[in-house]
Every structure is written in structure tokens, then in C-alpha cells.
């Protein structure tokens, strides 16, 4: 499994697990959300419909879920 750290244009930081992709497109499902959402690449950026850009900060491989340790990005897998 992958796991993602976004963050919006607000600065505001999010869980989600990458469900699929490919160079266009990528669904995610945000941890404590009951949807998939799709993110579209427009030229170098992600774009969440309805709410604008998101940057990815970071992509983990593995089998538990990111736990924030700290705001300035460091992350551990849980469990």
C-alpha cells in the first residue's frame, strides 16, 4: 500500500491512502472519509475538484497507516 501526506493551498495537512493512479490521475481515499477522491494533473500540479490544488508532501510504501509526529512533516508508520 501507499500512503500520502497532502496538503492544500490553506496549508492544511491530510492523510490518504492511494488507491490508483497513472500519470493524469489518482484516486485517494483521505483517512476518517467514506469516498475515493480524484486528483487530475494540470500541468505541474494536483487539482482536487471542488477545492483547488493540493501538493503531495510525501509517499510512503507500507502496510500500517502515518502517524504525525511533528507539523514540520516527520512521519512514522503506525502501529
Known amino acids: 500500500m501507499m500512503y500520502m501526506i497532502l496538503s492544500d493551498s490553506h496549508g492544511k495537512r491530510s492523510e490518504c491512502m492511494l488507491m490508483a493512479s497513472d500519470e493524469s490521475r489518482m484516486r485517494v481515499a483521505f483517512r476518517g472519509g467514506e469516498d475515493v477522491v480524484e486528483l487530475r494533473r494540470q500541468g505541474d500540479q494536483w487539482i482536487q475538484e471542488g477545492f483547488g490544488p493540493v501538493e503531495v508532501e510525501s509517499f510512503v510504501a507500507g502496510d500500517r497507516p502515518l502517524v504525525v509526529l511533528q ?5 512514522l508508520l503506525a502501529g
Open 71 to 75: 507539523p514540520d512533516a516527520r512521519y
